[in-house]
């Protein structure tokens, strides 16, 4: 198969930082895998907050990395570099990508593709790999959930809230999540949230203290920040884990920190995009292991909320940005 490869590709750049108008298609020469490496012809490729963030100048890619967007596809291994291993030509994977996903082929570390789970289309198993690898590196790695834990999920109706709901469960912890409509509440319980709480009509705080008889969340992940920070102190429980993986309210917040003290609270987070191949190589190892399985056996299934071609990355931007999705968008390259 390899090769019939075209000696370029379409991709979808950023011509300047800006709004979803400035990504636009254009064509460059196709990526190369080395060392270690393995080509997907990508079929689908997931649509993420931090793909936003880059859009519009403020994150970066890490050194080495292509500076298109995506960082999550799905696709057929089509050729493969020295020293691999596990895969051959002609496999079906989905698999993390540290840029470059917006692209008819992208090159990524062998050791950050997954076998497509059974039972999953392409759509579905690109909307993988960017939620499920950052919700077990931060809620089960980091933050070290437990069977008959009390989990609260703010923006639960995200690609990353209905993520975590699922496999927190599958796992045999209590989950309350926070969404911003009744609509997405309902969204959320469906997925499997004991408790939703609408954040624009109820004091999640408050709310989450009577679910739990006093006692609190023992392990809270926010993508929101701000004055979320405090609330998430007076809203955890003695020993609790607060896990950041954003900041949506902003990154400066006043808080009184006698809480983290007496409570003896644990307040972590991460970002996935710059950690180490060895790292993310062992995150995907044990989501393999430990979340795969739940996946095949119909446990847990990626939730979809809508599918756009891949020209239409811009309308998939604003979409994205409109906040009214409820689980993962896609892009499609095969229609």
Known sequence: MSSSLPDSMQVIAIQEPGGPEVLKAEQRRIAIPY?????????????????????????????????????EVAGTIVKLGRNTSRYKVGD???????GGGYAQYVAIPEAHALPIPKGLDMIQAAALPETFFTVWTNVFQRGALQSGETLLIHGGSS?????????????????????????????????????????????????????????????ILDMVGGDYIE???????????????????????????????????????????PQ????????????????????????????????FKFEEAAEAHAFMESGVHIGKIVLSLEH
């Open 159 to 219: 690609g990353i809230g209905t993520t975590a709901i699922q496999i927190a469960k599958a796992r045999g912890a209590m989950v309350i999540a926070t969404a911003g409509t009744d609509e997405k509440c309902e969204a959320c319980k469906t997925l499997g949230a004991d408790h939703a709480i609408n954040y624009q009509s109820t004091d999640y705080v408050g709310a989450v203290k009577d679910i739990t008889g006093g006692a609190g969340a023992n392990v």
């Open 92 to 98: 079906t994977v989905c698999a993390l990508c540290p």
């Open 231 to 273: 609330r998430n102190y007076r809203a955890a429980a003695i020993e609790g884990r607060i896990i950041q993986i954003a900041f949506l309210n902003g990154a400066i917040a006043e808080v009184d920190f006698t809480r983290l003290m007496i409570k003896r609270l644990t307040h972590t987070g991460s970002t996935l995009r």
């Open 276 to 307: 180490s191949v060895e790292a993310k190589a062992r995150i995907a190892k044990e989501l393999e292991t430990e979340v795969w399985p739940l996946i095949a056996d119909g446990t847990i299934t990626p939730r979809i909320d809508k599918v």
């Open 35 to 71: 060392e270690g490496e393995i080509l997907i012809k990508v079929a689908a490729a997931g649509v993420n907050r931090p793909d936003i963030l880059q859009r519009q100048g403020a994150y970066p890619p890490p050194k080495g990395a292509s500076d298109l967007p995506g960082l």
